[in-house]
């Protein structure tokens, strides 16, 4: 079993729409959980970070955590083209070596 | 403000060849980190050096080594290349001041071992 699932999609979505993208673990132990951001051919940059349970918001962002269902999401609210990119979620225990989700491919429609 | 750079961009390899792959960040930081994607696996931790002078293994160690020439520069080195380690790999760094710091990413090594 992988320490974290995330469903690949793809997801496509119309410019506007509110996108909630998910992960789900297996190590009670993760603590710190963060969202990348890659584009085609790059290299992912940090959306979000959160520590233990809860919600965190910048922007159009907002990530949330429960830890009790094992269970992260990340919201994008009124969605742009510009957020097309493939979404990947990270956690740790340690906060030294990180476990990556697969990504979710996203498309956001003009 | 390079950021993380690495060379090569791309590479193709023989089996049984091997290779080094540079990874250099201009920005200071402790920690550094070699990864490799792959499709429906995602991103894999091979090594990490959590200071100048120290390695560890990640998930997937096997068929590779890295050093940790100073501060600035981590590499990684695949002695004898199989097919298997056809893949994406990213460097990061980050501050290694504290748990759950931005990782910085470089832009990618896209490695083709035939």
């Known amino acids: 079993q992988k320490e974290v699932e995330q469903d690949p999609g793809p997801l496509s979505v119309p410019e506007g729409a509110i996108v909630s993208l998910n992960c789900t673990y297996s190590?009670?132990?993760?603590?710190?959980f963060m969202w990348y951001r890659q584009y085609s051919r790059k290299g992912p940059e940090l959306l979000m970070y959160?520590?233990?349970?809860g919600n965190k918001e910048d922007g159009r962002f907002t990530a949330q955590v429960d830890k009790s269902s094992k269970y992260i999401s990340l919201f994008i609210r009124d969605s742009q083209p510009s957020d097309s990119a493939t979404y990947l979620c990270?956690?740790?225990?340690?906060?030294?070596?990180?476990?990556f989700g697969t990504g979710t491919s996203l498309t956001v429609i003009p | 403000n390079a950021g993380v750079t690495q060379t090569p961009k791309f590479q193709v390899l023989k089996t049984g060849q091997s290779m080094t792959l540079q990874c250099a960040q201009d920005?200071?930081?402790?920690?550094m980190y070699w990864y490799r994607q792959d499709p429906g696996m995602g991103l894999r931790l091979i090594y990490y050096?959590?200071?100048?002078?120290?390695?560890d293994k990640g998930e997937v160690p096997n068929g590779y080594n890295v050093s940790r020439l100073n501060k600035r520069e981590f590499s990684l080195r695949l002695e004898s290349a199989a097919p298997s380690q056809t893949s994406v790999y990213f460097c990061?760094?980050?501050?290694?001041?504290?748990?759950?710091?931005?990782?910085?990413f470089g832009p990618g090594t896209r490695l083709l071992v035939l």
């Open positions: 990061a760094s980050s501050a290694g001041g504290g748990a759950g710091e931005t990782q910085y």
């Open positions: 190590n009670s132990a993760f603590q710190y």
């Open positions: 959160t520590y233990s349970s």
């Open positions: 990270a956690m740790s225990k340690t906060g030294n070596q990180f476990y």
């Open positions: 920005m200071n930081h402790n920690s």
């Open positions: 050096s959590a200071s100048e002078g120290t390695t």
